[in-house]
T-cell receptor, first 116, second 112 residues
Framework: AQTVTQSQPEMSVQEAETVTLSCTYDTSESDYYLFWYKQPPSRQMILVIRQEAYKQQNATENRFSVNFQKAAKSFSLKISDSQLGDAAMYFC?????????????FGKGTKLSVKP | DTEVTQTPKHLVMGMTNKKSLKCEQHMGHRAMYWYKQKAKKPPELMFVYSYEKLSINESVPSRFSPECPNSSLLNLHLHALQPEDSALYLCASEGEMNTEAFFGQGTRLTVV
């Protein structure tokens, strides 16, 4: 069975600084998707970034980028120029390729605090 | 419109009550999902509907009964719940295969 592990329950970053959240996963599949979701106090899960395993190039979305290491089964999220609005719970998630993007296996989450 | 709307936002119910949670999307999405999220935990998948048919039931107790009356609407009927069922219930929908899933803001359920 696939598993997702986030080893950092909490992280803190100074506004305008850079922070990296860690995620490792385990799967026997060769094709799959990995995601980072943000859940602010408003409770809604918001997709931050998505990575297809068959793509070697790391995904980027504005200030958010990932470091995808397929052989090591590692998928970290880097947030540059952190803003107060980035404060939230961040979940790493996995789904099989060809399956449903909503059928997600989540890690336990990392709570990110941003200090002004 | 990339919105998934869940109602109500908050619900308090007794263990003998019957209530329903509602989820609506008007994006023409083919798949809809119910997740349960306990406090300080990640969401856990409960049910998946694909083209209005139940495709996945993650061994959820029968006191939770999903229903998909049409392609835009997903209900979760609740009956004889236990206090440990108190949680945030999230709905999500997804378009064609390999497109992004969108989540609603959830219903915060408290069973007393």
């Amino acid at each position: 069975a696939q598993t997702v592990t986030q080893s950092q329950p909490e992280m803190s970053v100074q506004e305008a600084e850079t922070v990296t959240l860690s995620c490792t996963y385990d799967t026997s599949e060769s094709d799959y998707y990995l995601f980072w979701y943000k859940q602010p106090p408003s409770r809604q899960m918001i997709l931050v970034i998505r990575q297809e395993a068959y793509k070697q190039q790391n995904a980027t979305e504005n200030r958010f980028s990932v470091n995808f290491q397929k052989a090591a089964k590692s998928f970290s999220l880097k947030i540059s120029d952190s803003q107060l609005g980035d404060a939230a719970m961040y979940f790493c998630a996995y789904t099989d390729y060809g399956g449903s993007q909503g059928n997600l296996i989540f890690g336990k989450g990392t709570k990110l605090s941003v200090k002004p | 419109d990339t919105e998934v709307t869940q109602t109500p936002k908050h619900l308090v119910m007794g263990m003998t009550n019957k209530k329903s949670l509602k989820c609506e999307q008007h994006m023409g999405h083919r798949a809809m999902y119910w997740y349960k999220q306990k406090a300080k935990k990640p969401p856990e998948l409960m049910f998946v509907y694909s083209y209005e048919k139940l495709s996945i039931n993650e061994s959820v107790p029968s006191r939770f009964s999903p229903e998909c009356p049409n392609s835009s609407l997903l209900n979760l009927h609740l009956h004889a719940l236990q206090p440990e069922d108190s949680a945030l219930y999230l709905c999500a929908s997804e378009g064609e295969m390999n497109t992004e899933a969108f989540f609603g803001q959830g219903t915060r359920l408290t069973v007393v």
